[in-house]
């Protein structure tokens, strides 16, 4: 069995001045001058530290050891037990030859002014303080600004203060003039009690934190001399802020704890001065104090198994008031945010000590009584997934939150490690099959198509695309998740996509005035084109999917935006890697309406190529596939297929890149007033289409869009041209960044 003496936590301190644990192991001195922390778990190295005689090592809270290897990289190990820190700290006082009664070894600045006063304090005589009189507060103001520049001096004035009781007489002090509205003296014990805590020793801060002092430090504190009134930050502790207990804490210790930890938390943030003022190095202590306060109090609450227990039993009781479950809710909410200082390995004890104790069947309870959801769906997943779309915030900041965990949850990779891959199937199986038209009814309900009753001969409008700002907002989201699944869940969401006709849906989108929404709709294209598999090229070519981006193109006109340079990087991915079976569709379909576009390239070179291949065909070297099978055959042999396909060809990024970098600069200059494809005098463009767009929708039986062209607006006056320039290739990946908002629509499942 391993020493738990020596059993240690291993933290450095963030830019944040956050402690970030770095894991656990058991200490040792690998040499006479060395500390070295192997890792409990794998036998890691987690910490080499040589010894050096000039580092100024302290020891706080009797089983923390801290200290600074270079500029600003602090490092802290905290000792399961005092006797292993005391242990460890003689042999750091041995190496520096100092006496281990001390909690700093020594100072790192002057090195004369340190030997001054180390002589001062081995020759005994103790630092001597003024009398804790109010006619001498000026007098210890100044001795106490004056040691802050010092480590030592720090030091001495600390064991001056803890050996005489200093603090008790000052706070008794400050209550005095207190009384005698002594508004001078007030300002001075300020400007004393800020420098006793920016002496960074936690020793002092354990007697200052204490109960019977922590609430006149704070009064103390309130007398800032800049402000004509003092502050009231007793008053709001005392009677604004106040402690509620969900279930009665019946351990008076971690009662008292968590009363220390929010003052003290209250004083870090509110009461003393931005860090900006402060050397950050002065508040280190503090920042040390609250983080080990947090973790000693998750780790007092999980041990506490009854609590717990009563907690989630009146979580989970249908009895239990609305009010009662909201606070239950807002503990658990603290609680967790409070797990967030334990080390990796107690923290996922931590959520398997919640996940026995029915945390989730307990969130199903709850998010269900929000009234977004109905009681009979049972899915904890699916609860999520429409308190996403029904979220009622206007800014939409808990559909984001939501959203990130949907896609944490729906990665594969994110399953525990011995899963096999037949049990990430099994997940994404179960997923597409229960949860995945939850995710996708508002999309589909916002993309419908042309009422089927509507009589012959009248005007069929174009499929309906939202408008309203907060839908689009929550479209945004969707698209963000099935992009996302297009690139983790090849074959479930290949299959899903081909099934329902989902691409085509979603290009509807490209009509939608909101440009963020159409280049969402974009992307989701552009992703797929990007896995090169020929199999969704086929269903796109099928359905004749590249006429709504070719429409939104050329309403585009000459403006040079975002949604021009991301339609343009599509077609030339598809150019640069020679996805022949989409270049032949395109040119077949589109190059009329595309060669007036010249100040890219990328349109006759796609030309290029398709002439290319023409001509090795007719010499007989045809690169094309021609197969006999039909699409519907390939597509019903895809769908029957029982394994899925993980050998999806990454894209190559080598020649895509250089022509990204050579194209720049090859784009003709002298091509400054091109005039953009020509519409006709109705005032739209009609493109002869060699394939039919109706046989797409082969799964649902879904009707075929009208032709965006017949209600295109207007294009300019026929004398006017359009401005050219050379447009940058902006990689699609890229193209939304927008601050969301959504109110509750309505789920049609």
């Known amino acids: 069995m391993s020493d738990t003496r020596r059993r240690v936590k291993v933290y450095t301190l963030n830019e944040e001045r956050q402690w970030e644990d770095r894991g656990t192991g058991h200490v040792c001195c690998s040499e006479p001058d060395s500390l070295t922390v192997t890792g409990e778990a794998d036998g890691s190295l987690l910490l080499e530290s040589k010894i050096n005689p000039d580092t100024a090592y302290q020891k706080q809270q009797d089983t923390l050891i801290v200290w600074s290897e270079a500029e600003?990289?602090?490092?802290?190990?905290?000792?399961?037990?005092?006797?292993?820190?005391?242990?460890?700290?003689?042999?750091?006082?041995?190496?520096?030859?100092?006496?281990?009664?001390?909690?700093?070894?020594?100072?790192?600045?002057?090195?004369?002014?340190?030997?001054?006063?180390?002589?001062?304090?081995?020759?005994?005589?103790?630092?001597?303080?003024?009398?804790?009189?109010?006619?001498?507060?000026e007098e210890l103001e100044e001795l106490v600004m004056s040691v802050l520049p010092s480590p030592v001096r720090r030091e001495k004035l600390a064991l001056a203060l803890l050996s005489s009781g200093y603090i008790r007489k000052l706070l008794q002090l400050f209550r005095a003039s207190e009384e005698e509205g002594d508004r001078r003296g007030l300002q001075q014990l300020h400007q004393i009690v800020r420098g006793l805590l920016l002496l960074?020793?936690?020793?002092?801060?354990?007697?200052?934190?204490?109960?019977?002092?922590?609430?006149?430090?704070v009064g103390c504190l309130e007398y800032e001399p800049a402000l004509l009134q003092p502050k009231s930050h007793r008053q709001f502790l005392t009677e604004t802020a106040r402690f509620r207990e969900v279930i009665p804490i019946r351990d008076s210790e971690l009662r008292q704890k968590i009363h220390q930890t929010y003052r003290v938390q209250y004083i870090q943030d509110i009461i003393l001065p931005t860090h900006s003022v402060l050397e950050d190095n002065f508040l280190s202590t503090l920042s040390?104090?609250?983080?080990?306060?947090?973790?000693?109090?998750?780790?007092?609450?999980?041990?506490?198994?009854?609590?717990?227990?009563?907690?989630?039993?009146?979580?989970?009781?249908?009895?239990?008031?609305?009010?009662?479950?909201?606070?239950?809710?807002?503990?658990?909410?603290?609680?967790?945010?409070?797990?967030?200082?334990?080390?990796?390995?107690?923290r996922d004890a931590f959520f398997k000590t919640l996940a026995n104790l029915g945390i989730l069947p307990a969130l199903e309870i709850v998010m269900v009584s929000s009234g977004c959801v109905c009681v009979q769906d049972v899915l904890l997943i699916n609860v999520v997934i429409k308190q996403m779309i029904c979220d009622s915030d206007p800014e939409l900041g808990g559909a984001v939150q939501l959203m990130g965990l949907l896609r944490t949850l729906m990665d594969p990779e994110n399953m525990l490690a011995p899963a096999s891959k037949a049990e990430k199937s099994e997940f994404l199986s179960f997923f597409y099959k229960y949860c995945m038209h939850v995710l996708t009814a508002p999309l589909l309900a916002n993309t419908g198509e042309e009422d089927p009753d509507m009589t012959e001969g009248a005007a069929k409008p174009n499929p309906v695309c939202p408008d309203n700002f907060q839908t689009a907002q929550l479209l945004a989201l969707i698209l963000e998740l099935l992009t996302f699944c297009v690139e983790h869940h090849t074959y479930h969401i290949k299959s899903y996509i081909m099934t329902r006709d989902l691409l085509r849906r979603v290009l509807t989108l490209?009509?939608?005035?909101?440009?963020?929404?159409?280049?969402?709709?974009?992307?989701?294209?552009?992703?797929?084109?990007?896995?090169?598999?020929?199999?969704?090229?086929?269903?796109?070519?099928?359905?004749?999917?590249?006429?709504?981006?070719?429409?939104?193109?050329?309403?585009?006109?000459?403006?040079?935006?975002?949604?021009?340079?991301?339609?343009?990087e599509l077609f030339e991915f598809i150019r640069v890697e020679d996805i022949r079976s989409l270049i032949a569709h395109i040119v077949d379909n589109f190059s009329t309406a595309l060669e007036s576009?010249?100040?890219?390239?990328?349109?006759?070179?796609?030309?290029?190529?398709?002439?290319?291949?023409?001509?090795?065909?007719?010499?007989?070297?045809?690169?094309?596939?021609?197969?006999?099978?039909?699409?519907?055959?390939?597509?019903?042999?895809?769908?029957?297929?029982?394994?899925?396909?993980?050998?999806?060809?990454?894209?190559?990024?080598?020649?895509?890149?250089?022509?990204?970098?050579?194209?720049?600069?090859?784009?003709?200059?002298?091509?400054?007033?091109?005039?953009?494809?020509?519409?006709?005098?109705?005032g739209s463009f009609k493109f002869s289409f060699s394939h039919s767009s109706g046989a797409a929708n082969t799964a649902n039986g879904s009707k075929p869009p009208p032709s965006a062209s017949s209600s295109r607006a207007a294009a300019p006056p026929s004398g006017q041209t359009a401005r050219v320039r050379h447009t940058p290739y902006i990689h699609s990946h890229a193209c939304v960044s927008v601050p969301l908002n959504h109110s509750c629509v309505h789920i049609l499942v």
């Open 72 to 137: 600003n990289y602090d490092l802290a190990l905290s000792f399961q037990e005092k006797a292993g820190c005391d242990e460890i700290w003689e042999k750091i006082c041995q190496v520096q030859g100092k006496d281990p009664s001390v909690e700093i070894t020594q100072d790192p600045g002057d090195e004369s002014e340190e030997e001054r006063l180390e002589d001062m304090l081995e020759s005994g005589h103790p630092l001597e303080l003024p009398p804790c009189e109010p006619g001498c507060l």
């Open 200 to 217: 960074n020793k936690a020793t002092l801060l354990e007697v200052m934190f204490s109960d019977d002092c922590i609430m006149d430090v």
């Open 288 to 346: 040390s104090f609250i983080f080990f306060n947090k973790v000693e109090i998750v780790s007092m609450l999980q041990e506490d198994e009854k609590f717990l227990t009563e907690v989630f039993a009146q979580l989970t009781d249908e009895a239990t008031e609305d009010s009662k479950r909201r606070e239950l809710v807002n503990f658990f909410k603290e609680f967790c945010a409070f797990s967030q200082t334990l080390q990796p390995q107690n």
């Open 510 to 568: 490209m009509n939608s005035r909101h440009s963020f929404l159409a280049l969402c709709a974009l992307r989701f294209m552009r992703r797929i084109i990007g896995l090169k598999d020929e199999y969704y090229n086929r269903y796109i070519v099928k359905g004749n999917l590249f006429e709504p981006v070719i429409n939104a193109l050329l309403d585009n006109g000459t403006r040079y935006n975002l949604l021009n340079s991301a339609i343009i």
């Open 597 to 682: 576009i010249e100040y890219v390239q990328t349109f006759k070179g796609l030309k290029g190529r398709y002439e290319q291949e023409k001509q090795r065909q007719s010499r007989g070297f045809s690169r094309y596939r021609r197969d006999g099978r039909s699409f519907q055959e390939d597509e019903d042999t895809w769908l029957n297929e029982d394994e899925e396909d993980e050998g999806v060809t990454d894209k190559s990024k080598s020649d895509y890149g250089t022509f990204m970098e050579s194209e720049k600069g090859a784009l003709k200059e002298s091509q400054d007033k091109e005039n953009q494809p020509k519409r006709t005098a109705s």
